[in-house]
């Protein structure tokens, strides 16, 4: 049984993979000064909740774009668990080729995300990660992960206009019943959030034209969200960003 960790600047997500599937996801809030115990006692009690702990996993595989927190973890899962866990890094067999500027400063959740989406459609694609930041990662054929886009988060953008204003209010992320608003908050969904969903689309196109016809895949906590207020996706996974961390786990593990 594997358990996969990916941490990232907002939340943290858990999966539970048996030989055939995953079994559950958890997905919790990041809190930068949360000591490691606390987070084992949080893990712990996620865990038991199904029947679960620690010690009834053979492998884990931590993906971390918050270094601060990327030891801790380590070391409390190491002390739990039957085996010491595997840090994703661009030092592994990822099963494909990271051709950046500086592939070692490409984030573990961005090479995930690539290796789970180029397994799934096995040709050219592109994954748009809707988490603190969207991320738009490229993988051409046969299995090179090209480069990435990234734009501030919707709940980023949305946070920043409203500490900003005076009299703009938070928002339901949810599409408006027009693009010409005739309230406040109509107006601001059709601004930021129809206006998110014009800017995915045609950054999806100029993508495109660059690297040629791509399959598209969404994922990331806002990815049930704004997916389906476009036709631009092939398909919309939450957990994509696990599911590389099992391919990955599977290849270096095997191999020990």
């Known amino acids: 049984m594997l ?3 990916d941490i990232g600047n907002t939340n943290i997500v858990l999966g539970v993979y048996n030989s055939t599937e995953w079994q559950h996801h958890w997905r919790i809030q990041t809190l930068h000064d949360r000591m490691p115990d606390e987070y084992a006692a949080l893990f712990g009690q996620l865990l038991s909740e199904v029947g679960l702990s620690f010690d009834h ?10 270094p601060q ?17 595997l840090i994703l890094s661009i030092k592994l067999d990822l099963g494909i080729q990271v ?5 070692s400063r490409v984030g573990s959740d961005l090479i995930a995300d690539a290796v789970a989406a180029y397994d799934r459609f096995g040709s050219t694609c592109i994954v748009v990660d809707f988490g603190t930041a969207t991320t738009f990662t490229s ?3 046969p299995g090179i992960m090209v480069g990435t886009a990234i734009a501030a988060g919707l709940n980023v953008t949305i946070n920043a206009l409203v500490s900003r204003t005076a009299q703009l209010p938070h928002i339901e992320i949810a599409a408006p019943p027009s693009a010409i608003g005739k309230n406040t908050i109509h107006s601001m969904q059709a601004g930021l959030v129809l206006g998110y969903v014009s800017m995915v689309e045609g950054l999806i196109d100029r993508i495109r034209r660059e690297i040629g016809p791509a399959k598209v895949i969404a994922t990331g906590g806002l990815s049930p969200v704004i997916g389906p207020l476009t036709t631009y996706f092939d ?4 957990w994509l960003t696990l599911d590389g961390l099992r391919l990955i786990a599977a290849r270096n593990l095997s191999a020990e």
């Open 3 to 5: 358990l996969a960790i």
């Open 235 to 238: 398909e919309i996974d939450p």
């Open 139 to 141: 993988v051409i054929e």
């Open 69 to 85: 927190l990327t030891r801790g973890f380590y070391d409390m899962v190491a002390s739990r668990s039957n085996a010491k866990p």
């Open 57 to 66: 996993f053979e492998h884990t595989i931590i993906s971390s774009v918050v």
């Open 99 to 103: 051709q950046t500027d500086n592939p």
